[in-house]
């Protein structure tokens, strides 16, 4: 989802400070030199003092906030109105933080239901993919290792072809294709991480916010299956939340 000027930012969290984190913070810097992007300020999350970026001294608008990622997010997505104009840049090697944010947010919400993580019950037909210990499934469309500043364009870098496929069109097919089983898929949410500014992906944090709002409301009195992804366009993670019914 693109706001009314997508150039334009609050905060900007960028998901851990190391050898990914730092880099994004100077193409950042640098795109802002440009006009190519506006923002306030950058928040770097890292559980290490002696991350990177710590170590660099980003300057005034640069806060490095020592946490874990999910406490972070926990105080920050809460904290969070619907229109922030704020925006996060996910790690490319983190777990899928904002699935695990939904979640928790629903066990809050629902004390007293079954809210836990299922399997998918179908898989996107990606040449690559894997299923962790925690549920999450990672499908990509690349069979080999992407450079960090790869903007994804319609001609594939690695092998000169057409870029034909996109990932949130595979989650798009997930819930159509559940819709004539007995448990149809809701959504999907999708958080799309797109290239912004200097090969510096981003999605914005009023699509979380949002879907917080629509788990909230799917699950209403009744049970939902939410299919949570986080993708790019040739990357993924996918997640199924799973909310109970209600019981007397």
Known sequence: ???????????????????YGSYYVRQLGRARAAGALAFERIIVVDHSADCAVAR???????????????????????????????????????????????????RARWPNRSVKTLPLSAEPETPWKAAAPDGTFYGSYATWTCPINCVEPRLCPHNGGERSWTMPNAARDLVSCSEQSSEPLVGPVIFHCTHRAFGVGMFDTRDVVAADRLV????????????????????????????GAETS
């Open 56 to 106: 660099a001294d980003g300057g005034g608008d640069t806060e490095v906030v020592l946490a874990e990622w999910t406490d972070f997010f926990d105080r920050y997505l809460g904290s969070s109105p619907e229109d922030t104009p704020d925006a996060i840049v996910p790690s490319p090697l983190m777990a899928h933080l904002m699935y695990q944010w939904l979640l928790d947010r629903a």
């Open 1 to 19: 989802m693109s706001g009314p000027d997508d150039r334009k930012y609050g905060s900007i969290v960028v998901v851990g400070g190391g050898c």
């Open 216 to 243: 909230e409301r799917v699950g209403a009195g009744t049970a939902a299956d939410v299919l949570v992804a986080t993708v790019s366009h040739c990357h993924g993670a996918f997640n199924v939340l799973h909310v």
